[in-house]
């Protein structure tokens, strides 16, 4: 009776550990990465690489909303097992938080009124709008803040893009395909255009986005670059980034 039990607990068990969950907390408000559909669910590239990954990790997947600057904590309150909402890999997150390998890479860019000249002090006087908490915003800070440009932190990029197009700052910094999918391809964006170079300092904007999971998960992070590895080679990745771009995001 008792060896039964015994054999029956580890049945248990082992279906358990097969059909486990794995839960991502996503910002829902950086399109065409993440945004609320009209069914009120996240969708976008970030949410069907998640569920590509729990794919290959053979795991149930949920998603948990969370707005961009309270990700962190709440991973770390155990809110969610790992964020994956379009997250640089930078030196100064992995003092809070472990990745993974990188999922995607693509520079960040400043949009302005088209034909505006973008230098370090060409934006003196002036207000340049950036993601509260993001790379971006660091490295406005830095870069045009300190040639006397002010910072306008917004909490969800569509915001900054309302601000720019009625003027209330004069440049919004964002990641590239961001600003081009969600403004600069919508009526709003009219009259407005990348200016300047592509930025891509690895010192502010890190290595690539990744995964973020909690300081000394070593387990899910392992579990999560094989299934990268793994969604990479079998198609799944090229799957999902065709549907949302005509380029490689995946990055050099």
């Known amino acids: 009776m ?11 068990t082992a279906v358990t550990a097969h059909a486990d969950t794995v839960r991502f907390g996503i910002d829902g408000n950086y399109p065409p990465f993440a945004k609320q559909g009209a069914d009120g669910k996240l969708q976008g590239f970030d949410v069907d690489i998640a569920y590509a990954l729990c794919n290959a990790m053979k795991v149930t997947c949920q998603i948990v909303p969370q707005d961009w600057d309270g990700l962190i904590p709440a991973l770390n309150a155990n809110k969610f097992d790992a964020i994956l909402s379009s997250m640089s890999i930078t030196d100064e ?12 890479n693509t520079p960040s860019r400043m949009i302005a009124r088209a034909g505006t000249k973008v ?18 915003e660091k490295f406005a800070k830095d870069f045009w803040g300190k040639s006397g440009a002010t910072i306008v932190s917004y909490g969800k990029a569509p915001e900054g893009f309302l601000d720019l197009k009625s003027g209330r700052i004069d440049g919004m910094f964002v990641d590239s395909v961001v600003g081009e999918t969600d403004f600069l391809k919508s009526a709003q964006g ?5 200016v300047g170079p592509e930025y891509s300092d690895s010192k502010y904007f890190g290595y690539g986005a990744g995964i973020a999971v909690k300081k000394g998960n070593k387990q899910l992070t392992e579990r999560l670059n094989q299934a990268i590895a793994q969604i990479r080679k079998d198609g799944s990745y090229k799957k999902v980034q065709d549907k949302y771009f005509s380029f490689n995001v995946y990055g050099n």
């Open 93 to 104: 997150r992995k003092k809070a938080v472990d990745f993974s390998n990188k999922y995607y």
């Open 2 to 12: 008792k060896k039964a039990f015994v054999l029956a607990a580890l049945a248990m």
């Open 190 to 194: 009219k009259g407005f255009a990348f």
């Open 119 to 136: 230098d370090q002090a060409a934006f003196k006087g002036k207000k340049i709008g950036a993601l509260r908490a993001s790379t971006q």
